[in-house]
């Protein structure tokens, strides 16, 4: 089992940034790959990022590359996404998942949210013009 808890939402104008922190509990966290995903308001669920389980992989949803960053830590057991230069557009539910896989599998495209099997309770990210 592997709780995961999303914290650092919250109301920026557009052009601001935020920071979006994902605190693990299990030490298993470390042999999986993570990712964030987000729900704009009426619509499903989408792919943000995705880092693999040692850190050296990444891949990002063609609407926020160049601008969001993704990393973790794994001795904290942690796994962030920077936010900048924020547009409306990217107002959303916040959600931080870990993968029953490690990542780094150039065949595998880590954005399907069927490959996340433990999942935050999300945190709301609501960008002003």
């Known amino acids: 089992q592997v709780d995961l808890e999303e914290s650092g939402g919250g109301l920026v104008q557009a052009g601001g940034s935020l920071r979006l922190s994902c605190a693990a509990s299990?030490?298993?966290?470390?042999?999986?790959?993570m990712g964030w995903f987000r729900q704009p308001p009426g619509k499903e669920r989408e792919f943000v990022a995705y880092?693999?389980?040692?850190?050296?992989?990444?891949d990002y949803a063609e609407a926020v590359k160049g601008r969001f960053t993704i990393s973790r830590d794994n001795a904290k057991n942690t796994v962030s996404l920077q936010l900048n230069s924020l547009k409306p557009e990217d107002t959303a539910v916040y959600y931080c998942?870990?993968?029953?896989?490690?990542?780094?599998?150039?065949?595998?495209?880590?954005?399907?949210?069927?490959?996340?099997?433990?999942w935050g309770q999300g945190t709301q990210v609501t960008v002003t013009v």
């Open positions: 998942a870990a993968s029953y896989l490690q990542g780094g599998e150039s065949a595998i495209y880590y954005g399907s949210l069927d490959l996340y099997d433990f």
């Open positions: 880092i693999d389980w040692s850190g050296t992989s990444t």
């Open positions: 299990e030490r298993t966290f470390r042999g999986q790959a």
